[in-house]
């Protein structure tokens, strides 16, 4: 007879083999009852008489696995014998056979881990699966995306759509970027990842805002994901520069640079409208705005108020590119004389008649903006120069310069040493059809309109060879082109106003003007007052 004992069903068996003949019957009932006896205690595991063997299938311990399809797994032991088996999952024991069918739950890694007991013998074996998608199974790509600049300096909007057919249900959407470059599926995990959004089966579109590095280049890529973990393509990632903040410091000031307090300020910036008034010192600074802000900005001035009359200024369109600060120099009003009608008794009609500030003249003069000298008084030049009458014409023309200079209060002109180092540059030629003439020298004006950029250099040429012009006529006449060299690059139209700067002589030094009109004083000192380029149409008659 012979026995074999093994595991089935948790409990040892017993087979008997009976050999042939009569005198073996006592013998082996004897053992029968002594058997019966010793195997009275079922829960006996019986320990193995060497050392047990335990393999494991499949023999890899690393293995992939595309969901959604499973994965056998046996534990053996030899020699045979009672042993125990627990097959563990995620924390729990999910079964007990000598084999297992492992069925994946999620996308990603798992791990499948065996525990064996065989008497006193414990053995562990793990296996690590990394599951993953199948093309077919994923969830559609992400579409309707798109970067918006925020309301905010440095916010970026984002939009996307939502994710309908998904084969398995969706749990969320993954929201990651990247400042270095694109965000793609090969660079994911480089990503920063900025927000897991709930799938939420009602919403549409999807809108989210995030704070950005300012100034930065920022790429962009949302990917879909399902209840099992499956994550959508990405066949493009966005790309936008996130907005910085600038803010604007508004300087309003008289006609001598003096601080106006209590001047109303209304500005507008990406349709949001705003209102301040200018405190003692003139000075409001207003923003933070984004880089990208159009900014439309105007005084509201209460004409006859305790601090002036003056013409209202408005900008439409003040962006980061022209700067942080703004200085606004209010032109009061002074009038114009009555009787040159062409004005309608306002200056500042006068103004950029005189100052050719009216007009766009395509190329030639492309703004009306303002350009003069970047600094004065202005160095002139004379020659010394005798007439054939002996007349001083260098002591005329440095009369005329004088008269300039008591008129106007300050001064505009000083005398220079040499030709070199002289903004303006005197010569008495002898001219046929002019009494004077004023040339740019640099830039040349074969290249610039007169008036359309800064002026360098000049030249005045005043008529010697005509003798019958006394020296009042050549003052005046110095006076006159000087008033050019100023920025009064047009004549006066009107013949009976007294004005210098007529055609033809209309003024007299002795008059109660002293030869510069009132007008053209104020003209001459607003030019040199007002910032170098202001755009004289932002100066509002009403």
Request: proline share 6%; glycine share 8%.
């Given at each position: ?8 069903n ?6 008997w083999a009976f050999g ?15 058997l019966?006896?010793?195997c009275?205690?079922?829960?006996d595991?019986t ?6 063997q ?11 696995l ?14 045979d ?36 007991n ?5 053995d562990e ?34 939009r996307?759509?939502s994710?309908?057919g998904s ?6 959407y993954?929201?990651?970027m ?15 990842l ?5 799938h ?7 809108a ?14 949302v ?10 393509d ?6 936008h520069?996130v907005?910085y903040?600038?803010?604007?410091g ?7 640079g003096?601080?106006v307090?209590l ?9 949001v409208?705003?209102?301040g008034?200018?405190?003692t ?9 984004r ?13 006859g ?14 962006s980061d ?7 606004i ?16 008794g ?7 008649y ?7 003249f395509?190329?030639?003069r492309p703004?009306?903006?303002?350009w ?8 002139v ?14 002591e ?9 200079n ?7 002109f ?8 002289a ?7 002898a001219?046929?059809?002019d009494?004077?003439l ?17 002026p ?12 019958q ?27 009976n ?15 109660e003007?002293g ?16 910032p ?11």
């Amino acid at each position: 007879m012979k026995q074999k004992t093994y595991k089935g069903n948790n409990e040892p068996r017993i087979v008997w083999a009976f050999g042939v003949g009569a005198g073996m019957l006592t013998i082996c009932l004897l053992a029968v009852l002594t058997l019966l006896a010793g195997c009275s205690d079922s829960s006996d595991i019986t320990t193995p008489d060497q050392e047990p063997q335990f393999s494991y299938l499949p023999e890899a311990e690393n293995l992939a696995l595309e969901f959604p399809n499973k994965q056998f797994f046996r534990v053996t032991v030899s020699p045979d014998g009672d042993y125990s088996v627990n097959w563990v999952v995620q924390g729990q024991v999910v079964g007990n056979e000598d084999t297992f069918n492992y069925s994946p739950n999620l996308v990603g890694l798992d791990t499948v881990r065996v525990v064996t007991n065989y008497g006193d013998h414990t053995d562990e074996h793990e296996w690590v699966i990394t599951v993953s998608s199948t093309a077919d199974d994923i969830p559609p790509e992400v579409t309707g995306l798109a970067l918006e600049d925020g309301l905010e300096p440095g916010i970026l909007s984002l939009r996307w759509g939502s994710v309908p057919g998904s084969i398995y249900p969706m749990q969320d959407y993954l929201v990651a970027m990247r400042y270095d470059g694109p965000v793609s599926i090969e660079d994911w995990d480089n990503a920063t990842l900025l927000e897991v959004v709930p799938h939420d089966q009602s919403v549409i579109q999807y809108a989210r805002n995030y704070p950005l590095d300012p100034g930065m280049d920022v790429w962009f890529g949302v990917r879909a994901r399902d209840e099992v973990g499956q994550m959508s393509d990405i066949s493009r990632s966005y790309r936008h520069t996130v907005t910085y903040p600038w803010t604007l410091g508004i300087t309003v000031k008289d006609e001598w640079g003096e601080p106006v307090p209590l001047v109303i300020l209304k500005w507008t910036a990406n349709g949001v409208a705003y209102s301040g008034n200018t405190p003692t010192d003139g000075f409001l600074e207003i923003g933070p705005f984004r880089n990208i802000d159009e900014i439309s900005l105007e005084t509201q001035i209460n004409h006859g108020g305790f601090f002036g009359e003056f013409y209202d200024f408005k900008d439409p369109a003040i962006s980061d590119a022209d700067g942080m600060d703004l200085d606004i120099i209010l032109i009061p009003r002074f009038g114009s004389d009555e009787t040159c009608p062409d004005f309608g008794g306002e200056f500042l009609e006068y103004f950029r008649y005189m100052t050719g500030t009216d007009t766009i003249f395509d190329d030639l003069r492309p703004d009306n903006c303002l350009w003069k000298w970047d600094s004065y008084p202005l160095r002139v030049y004379l020659p010394e120069f005798t007439r054939g009458d002996d007349l001083n014409l260098k002591e005329v023309s440095l009369d005329g310069i004088q008269t300039w200079n008591s008129l106007m209060g300050e001064d505009y002109f000083i005398i220079a040493e040499s030709e070199a180092e002289a903004d303006v540059v005197l010569s008495f030629p002898a001219m046929v059809n002019d009494f004077g003439l004023v040339t740019w020298l640099e830039p040349s004006d074969e290249e610039y309109f007169i008036g359309s950029t800064v002026p360098e250099k000049m030249k005045v040429e005043i008529d010697s060879s005509r003798e019958q012009s006394g020296a009042e006529f050549i003052q005046i006449t110095v006076m006159h082109e000087l008033g050019h060299v100023l920025g009064a690059y047009r004549h006066a139209p009107c013949s009976n106003s007294d004005y210098l700067m007529y055609v033809a002589v209309s003024s007299d030094l002795d008059d109660e003007n002293g030869g510069i009109h009132p007008d053209e004083r104020n003209l001459v000192h607003m030019i040199r007052h007002l910032p170098q380029g202001v755009d004289m149409s932002h100066y509002l008659l009403d």
